[in-house]
């Protein structure tokens, strides 16, 4: 994950939800990655459905994170998710720390502290 201070507004992005259990990060639309990232992931991943993806899509996305720009590495293309999932383990593997409390939860890498949304039954990443 790396980040920067927002120097343009985008059009916001589409809810991403905090995923403790997801070992990647996955979006359920192409359109959410970068252009010019994409290439075809050999091998497959298994959703916790128990369905199995082959051959998925893979990217890159920069998005807008409260007053921060991100870019994912190695976003998943998944079709048959009903959400876009951020995959705790996956930042963590890159050097960020994720906080999840009942009442605060925030990313942390550096100088870099996003806090995160509360949802109803989730946290989120804010737009």
């Known amino acids: ?3 920067t201070k927002n120097e343009r507004k985008e059009v916001s992005n589409e809810l991403t939800m905090v995923d403790s259990g997801c070992t990647v990060h ?6 959410l990655l ?17 369905k199995k993806i082959q051959n998925s ?4 996305r920069s998005m807008e994170v409260g007053e921060h720009r991100i870019q994912l590495q190695n976003l998943y293309y998944a079709e048959a998710v ?4 951020f995959s705790v383990k996956a ?3 890159e050097g ?7 009442k605060e939860a925030y990313v942390t890498k550096g100088n870099l502290k996003i ?7 989730a946290w989120y990443l804010p737009k």
């Open 82 to 85: 009903r959400q876009n999932l």
């Open 1 to 3: 994950m790396m980040a």
């Open 91 to 93: 930042v963590a593997a």
């Open 34 to 50: 970068d252009p010019g990232s994409m290439n075809q992931a050999s091998g497959s991943l298994r959703l916790s459905e128990r």
């Open 26 to 31: 996955l979006v359920k639309d192409t359109s």
């Open 57 to 60: 899509v893979i990217g890159k």
């Open 115 to 121: 806090n995160l949304s509360r949802g109803e039954d």
């Open 96 to 102: 960020a720390s994720v906080t999840l409390g009942e």
